[in-house]
């Protein structure tokens, strides 16, 4: 036990804040035992807590530089963290070294199952420790998405959303007119609408071309006809292979076309992913359907294709894509062929410019109609997103 002190308190005062006023002008009080101790264990609390790198996720670049903050989700190609200094940073993860987190993340692999633990990422390799203490390892191609607890909530409501939302996509429009010596009228609507959930995708697709020759006397009336529609589903197996199943519906009445119905369906490569461009390869089989005025064949074909992105600059995309379909159960060597190419740029959030080309090759049409079918348009498009 500490020895009393005795003092007058004017004097004590000036030697101690530790010293409370008494009443009188004489103050008894005792000093506390052993301040340092407590001091010890109070600075290193106060050294972990002020260092932020020790409680935040860390992400390390191949040029050396580094990036701490909190990862809030990642697919295939980018990672988003947020840091404290400049928010959310969409990063490559072309340009990714090496990860490491602090806080458990949700793990998500192409083949449906989902891990929960601290995540460390290099050289092409995931090692992911759970909560229980078990670490699971595998390659970083293998995984489809990573959230942390936020993320993984908004993603789990959109898997139990009505299939009305969650749909991204654009509505074309395009009109011409002549008058004077001619008198035409050309026009296209299409469609085109995305929506991705987890490891599926399904895309939707509609268009029609219509051009008019209102000339007196003028054969044929109908310059063009041609309607198309179909669907494209595709589930992802890793983060670059994926299957898929198609269907096309598409009449032409120049061509003599009532209707051709395409099944199909294959495997799917994403050759190239990052932010700027993609190039997918598939393959596969299908069973077609042409009806003809006059002409109706059954046919299985083969399917061969491609398509690919690539940003121009900061507000306009292209998007080309070609596709063959020989047919395999004629030995003629007769095939099939589409070819599209289309340019948006865009002038609002909702607005946008389109240009479209398209093309559609056949080797055996109908006596007397050509092989080839090629439009091109332009008009606007207004984007949507629910």
Excluded: C
Excluded at 64 to 88: C, F, H, P, Q
């Amino acid at each position: 036990m500490a020895t009393p002190i005795k003092t007058q308190f004017f004097e004590q005062s000036k030697r101690s804040s530790l010293a409370q006023p008494a009443r009188g002008s004489l103050h008894t009080f005792y000093p506390p035992e052993e301040p340092v101790p407590r001091l010890r264990l109070v600075y290193p609390i106060v050294l972990v807590l002020g260092t932020p790198s020790l409680l935040a996720d860390q992400v390390a670049f191949k040029n050396g530089d580094r990036l701490s903050g909190a990862i809030l989700k990642s697919n295939a190609e980018t990672l988003v963290i947020k840091t404290v200094v400049a928010g959310e940073v969409t990063v490559s993860w072309q340009q990714v070294q090496e990860v490491q987190s602090d806080r458990p993340l949700h793990v998500e692999f192409a083949n449906g199952k989902t891990l929960v633990g601290k995540m460390t990422s290099r050289e092409g390799r995931l090692a992911i420790v759970t909560n229980t203490g078990a670490k699971v390892e595998a390659l970083k191609e293998s995984v489809v998405a990573v959230r942390n607890d936020a993320a993984q909530q908004a993603y789990e409501r959109t898997k139990h959303a009505s299939f009305v939302r969650g749909w991204d996509g654009g509505l074309d429009a395009g009109l011409d007119l002549t008058r004077g010596n001619s008198d035409m009228r050309d026009f296209r609507f299409a469609l085109r609408a995305a929506r991705k959930v987890g490891r599926d995708r399904l895309n939707l697709f509609a268009e029609s071309f219509h051009a008019l020759d209102d000339v007196a006397g003028a054969r044929p009336h109908n310059t063009a006809d041609q309607n198309r529609g179909g669907a494209l589903f595709d589930r992802h197996l890793t983060a670059r292979f994926f299957l898929f199943a198609n269907a096309d519906f598409m009449n032409d009445e120049l061509q003599d076309l009532n209707l051709r119905s395409v099944l199909g369906g294959g495997l799917g490569h994403h050759l190239i992913q990052s932010d700027r461009a993609t190039l997918d390869l598939l393959g596969g089989a299908n069973f077609t359907r042409e009806n003809y005025v006059g002409i109706q064949r059954n046919l299985i074909a083969g399917q061969a294709g491609e398509e690919f992105k690539l940003m121009l600059g900061k507000n306009t995309s292209l998007i080309e894509g070609l596709a063959y379909f020989p047919d395999l159960t004629d030995p003629g060597n007769n095939y099939r062929t589409n070819f599209g190419l289309s340019t948006v740029t865009r002038m609002a959030k909702w607005l946008g410019w389109q240009n479209n080309v398209t093309d559609t090759y056949v080797t055996n049409p109908p006596q007397r109609k050509k092989r080839n079918e090629f439009v091109f348009t332009s008009g606007l498009r207004l984007a949507f997103s629910n």
